[in-house]
């Protein structure tokens, strides 16, 4: 597959992303993130090269716009994308400050507040452009239900903080797994789980030079947060892609779930084993430079299969960067050139 327009977003995406991800959740080491950032924002700005040169007529309307014109008039959609993500930026604000009575800045308030800006811009620039704005609309809001939503109705129907939930999820799908894995390699590593409340709740345990370290598991070494920013991607990713969402796209997410899950078990055990032989010095710069790469890595290479299985699979006759319309013709019709006009299909979309 080439490097196409789509890849070029995706990966620029998960570098921006994982940059912000990296610095916000307290690993932060800023040369190397400002790095990371500037690297996704050129790949993103690269993604809009097809666009520029193609001679397809540009779309009139993108996939959000579509979707919601089953439900309202075209008037009142275009109107309303923006308007939505006007109130939605103001009101989470207001909410945050006047309700929770918090003004700090955590990594949920960059979600809604990118997924607000993302709404209102949509509908301005050309509209060639419309894939690069669906999939980045897409990748935002998956993030806002991942990151803010799911999480924030937990706290108001239950009155609590989910630190018990993600406690407990961590310790029996990471911490013990991890410890286990550690112990086959003759590291004598303990898993300890903590629900008092004072620090992580939970820890590793194990010994260096005589000592005892004790290495805390947050919520962002968890892999609670990979899992969400690569269910966030892959679908952003397919739905642009591929247009639909069938079996095979559910169970290439579900498979890059396991994929993402396994990857993050294999990064912690490798970093405590750094930290086991090299010292907690090491550990900590293993883990504040390998940690997001690691994750990238796999996840592109994971998905570099899949996207080749589904190009194998999916049907021909919707093309992937154009989007199939009913014209009432017997003959196909799309929104792009066939393969004849500009050589769209062999050049920007088979990846």
């Not at 308007?83 to 930026?89: K, Q």
């Not at 968890?222 to 739905?239: E, H, M, N």
Request: with cysteine; proline share 3%; charged share 15%.
């Amino acid at each position: 597959m080439r490097f196409s327009w789509d890849w070029r977003l995706l990966v620029g995406s998960l570098l921006i992303i994982g940059a912000l991800y990296n610095h916000y959740l307290g690993h932060s080491v800023l040369v190397f993130e400002l790095v990371l950032l500037a690297v996704g924002s050129v790949l993103g700005l690269l993604s809009v090269g097809p666009a520029l040169r193609s001679k397809a007529e540009p779309a009139e309307h993108g996939m959000l716009t579509r979707f919601l014109m089953r439900f309202a008039s075209e008037r009142v959609v275009v109107a309303a994308i923006p308007l939505f993500g006007l109130l939605l930026l103001i009101g989470w604000s207001a909410w945050k400050v006047l309700s929770v009575g918090e003004s700090n800045l955590r990594m949920e308030d960059i979600v809604v507040t990118l997924f607000a800006l993302s709404l209102v811009l949509y509908q301005s620039g050309p509209s060639r452009f419309y894939d690069q704005k669906d999939f980045v609309v897409l990748f935002l809001l998956f993030l806002t239900m991942v990151f803010a939503v799911m999480w924030k109705i937990y706290t108001i129907v239950t009155g609590e903080s989910y630190g018990r939930v993600t406690a407990y999820s961590e310790y029996y799908f990471i911490t013990q797994p991890v410890v286990a894995i550690v112990n086959l390699f003759g590291v004598n590593a303990t898993a300890v789980l903590d629900l008092s409340g004072f620090g992580l709740s939970n820890v590793i345990e194990y010994f260096y030079e005589g000592r005892l370290v004790r290495l805390g598991i947050g919520t962002g070494c968890s892999g609670l947060y990979s899992a969400g920013l690569f269910f966030s991607a892959f679908l952003s990713f397919v739905l642009v892609r591929y247009k639909t969402l069938n079996a095979r796209i559910v169970a290439g997410l579900g498979l890059g779930l396991l994929v993402t899950w396994f990857s993050n078990i294999i990064r912690m055990v490798v970093t405590i084993l750094v930290g086991a032989v090299y010292g907690p010095v090491a550990l900590a710069t293993f883990h504040m430079y390998f940690g997001i790469l690691f994750f990238v890595g796999v996840v592109l290479v994971f998905w570099y299969l899949v996207a080749g299985w589904l190009d194998r699979h999916m049907p021909d006759e919707s093309p992937r960067g154009v989007v199939a319309v009913d014209s009432g013709d017997p003959g196909p019709s799309c929104d792009g050139p066939s393969d004849n006009e500009g050589g769209l299909v062999d050049e920007d979309v088979r990846g």
